[in-house]
């Protein structure tokens, strides 16, 4: 196949995909406007996965993607000259050049990569209730939780500290105090209530919902020392970008978990990042494998608002890569996000892969040339349909390609191969370590056992936790906290306005105050009073 004088390499502003009739190249400058890699088991998918990390980590972009069969770890190792790579390079009119790239390891259950962990308080009540499979009212109970931990100083680090929470808001009908005794919970207890009916029995099926998540090994992912992302944002000394493994065969056996963890980092990425506009190339490049997870049995809102995040964040200098079998499998409105398309084979034995076929045609730009649907059952192992953004950020005509072999070894890499890389990792010892910080579950035990401030934080202890001290001077200079009474609509309004400033003044307070204490403690502080990105969109 000639190369027609060109040289078949990555550059500055292009990563060198495939060739066919035409050469396949991705532009650093749109990689940010997001991808979709598809096909039928088998067909290359990882390998294609593996060319695209492969080319942005030269380009000093740092890649992070979830490793679900294991195959993807040989980017950290030498690439071998075997018989049949060297016959796709030649016939492309390459020369095959081994190289390895700096890889760091993750694994939520902290097996087979450093622990990847996130505060309860940092995923919030919207992200747990999908995580929880929860409905409605025992969704809208969660929120309540959260909202009475952030006025009381409950800071939600791990599972113990929520199930404590949960058991305090819970009404407990067992038995009426006497005259001389008081229950040390009564005033988280009616300021749940004061938001809505919390009944015990919801409260038990959420409790019960959380054993399930604790049974899959859910309990594992929250804690401390939670994830810094910039930990995902690095270079190495040769200034490429850092390609960050996550090792998700386990994780796979829960696919809610795995789901609902990879939207928690996208959404943490959103609010993290600043504006970054249009970049020569991308900050970072996220690959979401068996993406059709994070859609199954979505409710609507939720649908809405990933293809709201996804649009959004490329703003940030994130390029998302979906890849999954089936183009079908991703909803329409975030498919239309997806600028740069890579797709394998399909077969079609049955209607619904003929669906998918069809689909898949119809997502190309048509090429004169290329009959797309009888071109997408024909392709063999390696082939692909390209279609990549250009020029002013239009898509190209489809192309069928082959793509490049990978420079680094293709397959999983020895446990002794993945230990050494782990002990020169730059977070080695940086989360390898869980740390239990007094927290909700210790603030609720000493307040029954007596040694605690009231809930109300009046005595300025532990109790009322510094979010109590800061809502409650918020309150008063806004005068936010007057006690209820009959108002008029116009007193209503007014109140709603008021407390719309106080929140955005804490937001910028809690900011601050994150900052100086610093560590996990001060981020969940902030998270707390400002939730988050994705929480804040979805109650727009």
Request: proline share 5%; hydrophobic share 40%.
């Amino acid at each position: 196949m000639a190369t027609s004088g060109i040289k078949l390499a990555d550059t500055d502003e292009k990563i060198f995909i495939g060739k066919g009739e035409e050469t396949a190249w991705l532009t650093l400058a749109l990689a940010n406007r997001h991808g979709l890699v598809t096909g039928a088991t088998g067909t290359g998918k990882t390998v294609t996965l593996q060319v695209m990390a492969e080319g942005f980590a030269r380009a000093g972009v740092p890649v992070f993607a979830a490793d679900i069969k294991g195959d993807l770890s040989g980017i950290s190792e030498v690439g071998e000259a075997k018989d049949f790579i060297l016959k796709r390079a030649k016939e492309m009119g390459l020369t095959f050049q081994p190289d390895q790239f700096s890889t760091v390891f993750w694994d939520v259950f902290g097996e087979q990569g450093h622990p990847v962990r996130a505060t309860v308080t940092e995923m919030g009540p919207l992200l747990l209730s999908r995580m929880l499979d929860l409905n409605d009212v025992q969704e809208g109970v969660l929120n309540v939780a959260f909202r009475v931990a952030d006025e009381n100083g409950l800071t939600l680090i791990d599972m113990k500290d929520l199930r404590a929470l949960l058991d305090a808001i819970a009404p407990d009908g067992s038995k009426k105090p006497a005259d001389d005794e008081e229950d040390p919970l009564a005033p988280i207890r009616k300021a749940a209530q004061s938001y809505g009916n919390v009944s015990k029995a919801t409260v038990g099926t959420i409790q019960r919902q959380l054993l399930v998540l604790e049974n899959q090994g859910g309990a594992k992912f929250f804690g401390e020392p939670a994830l810094t992302l910039k930990d995902f944002m690095r270079t190495d000394r040769d200034g490429r970008g850092m390609v960050n493994i996550l090792v998700a065969d386990k994780l796979m056996q829960s696919p809610r978990l795995y789901a609902t963890f990879l939207l928690w980092m996208l959404s943490e990425l959103f609010e993290e990042l600043p504006e970054a506009g249009d970049l020569p190339k991308p900050k970072l490049v996220f690959f979401f494998d068996e993406a059709h997870l994070l859609f199954t049995d979505a409710p609507k809102a939720l649908m809405d608002k990933i293809e709201q995040v996804v649009r959004l964040i490329r703003s940030k200098g994130v390029g998302v890569y979906f890849v999954t079998q089936n183009p079908i499998d991703v909803p329409d409105k975030v498919l239309a996000q997806l600028g740069n398309r890579v797709q394998h084979a399909l077969r079609a034995f049955t209607p619904r892969d003929q669906k998918a076929v069809a689909a898949a045609a119809q997502t190309f730009r048509p090429n004169p040339k290329l009959d797309t649907a009888r071109v997408i059952m024909e392709l063999g192992k390696g082939e692909a349909l390209v279609s990549f953004l250009e020029g002013g950020g239009t898509p190209s005509m489809v192309e069928r390609v082959m793509v490049r072999p990978p420079s680094a070894r293709i397959g999983p890499i020895t446990p002794e191969e993945r230990k050494a890389i782990m002990d020169a990792s730059p977070v080695k010892g940086k989360y390898d370590t869980a740390v239990d910080a007094e927290s909700a579950y210790e603030i609720i035990q000493k307040r029954l056992a007596g040694t605690a401030a009231p809930a109300d934080g009046s005595a300025g202890g532990e109790g009322g936790g510094i979010l109590g001290q800061i809502g409650s001077i918020a309150s008063t200079i806004f005068g936010t906290n007057v006690k209820r009474g009959r108002m008029s609509t116009g007193q209503v309004i007014a109140r709603s306005v008021t407390r719309s400033v106080t929140d955005k003044v804490i937001g910028g307070v809690a900011a601050d105050l994150g900052k100086s204490l610093g560590g996990s403690v001060g981020g969940s502080i902030g998270r707390a009073l400002v939730r988050g990105a994705l929480g804040g969109l979805l109650r727009r």
